[in-house]
C-alpha cells in the first residue's frame, strides 16, 4: 500500500462531503466489531487516506491504530500513525511512531521526514538536521528534504546555509512554491533585496492570489525605498484579504512616506479597526496626528497605546510632547518624568524635560536634567549652552562662567570677541551686561528643534 506518492493532482479527488466520510467511518468500525478488517483492509485504508486528506485526525489514527494491532509488522501503517500524530501536535508519540517504521523499513524516506518533522518540533535541530541528510543519502533529488533542512537552518538564523538548501529545493523542483517564498524571507534578511524581489516574484507567479506574498514584495520595496510600487503591492494584498491588518499598516507607512498624510491617516484607521490591541498601531496612528497638527487626537491615540503598555516610552516621549505643544504644561511633565523612570538614560526626554521645565520658570528642575545629560554625554555642548544660560538667569554666575568656559574647550571656534568682553564686564561686577556678551558669543544653531520628532517605522507584524 502507498500512502504518499500516487495521489491525484485534482483536489476534488481528495474532497468528500461529511455524511460520506462518517458512513465510511462508521463502516470501517463495523468491520473491526465484526472481524472483517482483515478482508476488508483496502476500504479502511481508504478511509484512513480520507480522513487524512480532510483533517479528520481523530477518527483517522484511530482506525489506524486499530489496523496496527491486526498487522504490527506493517511499517507503512506504523508511518501513517506518525502522520496523524504530527498532525495533531502530539510530536513525542509521532517520533517514537516514526522510530518504529525505521526499526521495520531503515531506508523509508518519508518516516524520516515525518521523523525530521516531529525533531525540529520538539526543538532537537541538531537531531532534525542529521536525519534529513540521511534522506539525501538515499535519494540525493529529495527536494522536499532540501527544504526542510533549508527552513530548519532559516529557523536556527543560519540564512546563507538555508538559501543553499531552499535553492537546490527550488533548483529541482521549479514550481516548489514554498521554497521560493522562503527563500524571498531568507534574502530579504540577509538585505539582499534584489534577490528577495526575484524570489517573492517567483512564488507569486505560481500563487498570484497569495495576499501574504504581495504584503511581503510590499515590504521588500519599503526597504528599498520604493513606496509607490509598495503601495501597489499593499493595496494588492488588502484586495485579496482585507482583514490583514498589517498590510493597512505598511500601506500607510508608505502613504506617510510620500507625504500623503490622508491616505497614511486612512490605513492606519483601518489598521486599528481590524486589530484594536496593537499599541504600535496606536502609537503610530498618534504620529500621524502629530505630523498633521492635530493635537488632542494625536493624545487620544497616544493614550490608547499607553493603555496596552503604560510602559511605552515612546509613546509617553510622544504625548508628553503633544500636552506641551497644546500647553497642558502638568500633563506634560507627568509624561516626560514618567519616560526618564523608563529609560533613565536617554538624553531625548531629559531635552524635553529641561524645555518644559524652562518654559515654565521651573529653572532648579531643568538644571538637574541638564546636569544628567552631561553626566550621559560630557561633551554635550547644547546642553553646557543651556546650563550656563539658566545658571545666569537664576544668578549663579560662577557656575554660568564655568560652564561658558567648557562651550570654549568643545567649540572654540564658536567664541568671539564678545566672549573677552563678558570677562571684563564680570571682573567689574556688571554681571547682566557680561551675560548678554557670553550668549552673543555662542549662538545656538536655530535649525535644531528644542524637541527631537519621536519616528519609528514598524513592518513586519
Same mark, same amino acid.
Given at each position: ?19 460520506? $466520510? ?18 476488508? +483492509? ?68 518519508? +518516516? ?65 512554491? !514554498? ?85 497614511? $491617516? ?12 496593537? !499599541? ?157 556678551? $557670553? ?23
Amino acid at each position: 500500500m502507498e500512502f504518499y506518492d500516487n495521489y491525484s493532482e485534482d483536489p476534488d479527488d481528495f474532497y468528500i462531503d461529511e455524511k460520506a $466520510l462518517q458512513s465510511k467511518i462508521d463502516l470501517s468500525n463495523k468491520y473491526f466489531n465484526e472481524g472483517q478488517a482483515f478482508i476488508h +483492509s483496502d476500504f479502511i485504508e481508504d478511509t484512513i487516506q480520507l480522513c487524512l486528506d480532510n483533517e479528520h485526525l481523530e477518527e483517522g489514527l484511530a482506525l489506524i491504530e486499530k489496523l496496527i494491532e491486526i498487522f504490527p509488522f506493517n511499517s507503512e501503517y506504523w508511518q501513517l500513525k506518525g502522520v496523524f500524530l504530527n498532525g495533531k501536535f502530539d510530536f513525542i508519540n509521532a517520533y517514537f511512531a516514526f522510530e518504529k517504521t525505521l526499526v521495520l523499513n531503515p531506508i523509508d524516506v518519508e +518516516s524520516l521526514i515525518g521523523k525530521a518533522i516531529a525533531e525540529e518540533s520538539l526543538e532537537l535541530f541538531e537531531d532534525a538536521a542529521e536525519t534529513l541528510k540521511k534522506v539525501l543519502e538515499l535519494e540525493d533529488n529529495n527536494e522536499e528534504a532540501y527544504f526542510n533542512l533549508g527552513t530548519l537552518y532559516e529557523r536556527d538564523d543560519k540564512y546563507e546555509e538555508a538559501i543553499r538548501y531552499l535553492s537546490k529545493a527550488a533548483e529541482l523542483d521549479d514550481s516548489y512554491i !514554498e521554497a521560493w517564498y522562503e527563500l524571498g524571507f531568507c534574502y530579504e534578511y540577509l538585505n539582499k533585496l534584489d534577490k528577495a524581489l526575484d524570489a517573492y516574484e517567483k512564488y507569486l507567479e505560481f500563487d498570484p492570489f497569495s495576499y501574504s506574498g504581495w504584503y511581503n514584495k510590499g515590504i521588500v520595496y519599503i526597504k528599498m525605498g520604493k513606496f509607490d510600487k509598495a503601495i501597489n503591492d499593499f493595496e494588492l494584498s488588502i484586495a485579496i484579504n482585507d482583514k490583514f491588518s498589517s498590510s493597512w499598516f505598511n500601506c500607510g507607512v508608505s502613504y506617510a512616506n510620500i507625504d500623503d498624510l490622508d491616505k497614511a $491617516l486612512e490605513c492606519f484607521l483601518k489598521a486599528v479597526e481590524l486589530d484594536d490591541k496593537d !499599541e504600535a498601531l496606536w502609537f503610530t496612528l498618534g504620529q500621524t496626528y502629530e505630523d498633521m497638527y492635530q493635537y488632542e487626537k494625536a493624545i487620544d491615540a497616544y493614550s490608547k497605546a499607553i493603555a496596552l503598555y503604560e510602559d511605552y516610552f515612546e509613546a509617553l516621549l510622544a504625548r508628553g510632547t503633544c500636552y506641551n505643544y497644546t500647553g497642558q504644561k502638568t500633563l506634560a511633565l507627568n509624561d516626560i518624568n514618567k519616560a526618564v523612570a523608563v529609560d533613565p538614560a536617554s538624553i531625548e526626554a531629559l531635552e524635553i524635560h529641561v524645555s518644559i521645565n524652562k518654559s515654565t520658570g521651573n529653572l532648579e528642575s531643568a538644571i538637574l536634567s541638564c546636569k544628567k545629560i552631561i553626566r550621559l554625554d560630557e561633551n554635550n555642548f547644547t546642553a553646557w549652552n543651556r546650563l550656563a544660560e539658566m545658571y545666569a538667569e537664576i544668578g549663579n554666575w560662577v557656575e554660568s562662567v564655568n560652564s561658558f568656559n567648557m562651550l570654549v574647550k568643545l567649540k572654540p571656534e564658536k567664541a568671539s570677541a564678545y566672549y573677552e568682553r563678558a570677562k571684563r564686564k564680570f571682573l567689574k561686577n556688571k554681571n547682566t551686561e557680561a551675560l548678554e556678551y $557670553l550668549k552673543k558669543s555662542f549662538v545656538r544653531n536655530e535649525s535644531v528643534k528644542e524637541q527631537p520628532e519621536i519616528k519609528s517605522t514598524k513592518l513586519n507584524k
